[in-house]
């Protein structure tokens, strides 16, 4: 069965301290890996679209990466507003639907 | 920027009563998609229209669930009748057709079921 696993569930930083996010996949035929941040009550806003290993992009503090099983998202030195809980998702091969892992929700203190 | 416009943005009804849930995608977004997010976990597909036809609808509910796209741009999801474990996000989204193209999501409809 094809899974998305993000990690950690939750995360806490101190305003500037750099971390990543994990997210794991298993899935037949890879066609892109997502990544979202979702503020609460709001829905996802896409941020970056991965399609074969190797591959990189980078948004502001944000950073993503693919390998064949995982992708991590970067923060670099994170401000308060990057608070927000970030998923992570991947399109299969033969649909066009998108497959969600359950998230992370990213705390950053001043 | 173009975005999906969904509404309510928040419906309280209670169980066994009807509701709907309305969507305008993005201009010339073929793909259209109903997700529904509990509260703590990730958004998972309901149903996906391709124009006006149902291409994918395996996870939705058909003894309470329906959803429509008549002329292939707005859509409506009801559910008749609504019970407290629907109680959910409903998040419309939409995305130019083609496998590896994002979604773009509204800002969903917070249901509560009493």
């Known amino acids: 069965e094809d899974q998305v696993t993000q990690s950690p569930e939750a995360l806490r930083l101190q305003e500037g301290e750099s971390s990543s996010l994990n997210c794991s996949y298993t899935v037949s035929g890879l066609r892109g890996l997502f990544w979202y941040r979702q503020d609460p009550g709001k829905g996802p806003e896409f941020l970056f679209t991965l399609y074969s290993a190797g591959e990189e992009k980078e948004k502001e503090r944000l950073k993503a990466t693919l390998t064949k099983k995982e992708s991590f998202l970067h923060i670099t030195a994170p401000k308060p507003e990057d608070s927000a809980t970030y998923l992570c998702?991947?399109?299969?091969?033969?649909?066009?639907?998108?497959?969600f892992g359950k998230g992370t929700k990213l705390t950053v203190n001043p | 920027e173009a975005e999906v416009a969904q509404s309510p943005r928040y419906k309280i009804t209670e169980k066994s009563q009807a509701v709907a849930f309305w969507c305008d995608p993005i201009s010339g977004h073929a793909t259209l998609y109903w997700y529904r997010q509990i509260l703590g976990q990730g958004p998972e597909l309901l149903v996906q229209f391709q124009d006006e036809s149902v291409v994918d609808d395996s996870q939705l509910p058909k003894d309470r669930f329906s959803a429509e796209r008549l002329k292939g741009v707005d859509s409506t999801l009801k559910i008749q009748p609504a019970e407290l474990g629907d109680s959910a996000m409903y998040l419309c989204a939409s995305s130019l057709t083609g496998y590896g193209s994002p979604l773009h999501f509204g800002n969903g409809t917070r249901l509560t079921v009493t």
């Open positions: 998702a991947v399109g299969q091969g033969g649909s066009e639907k998108l497959v």
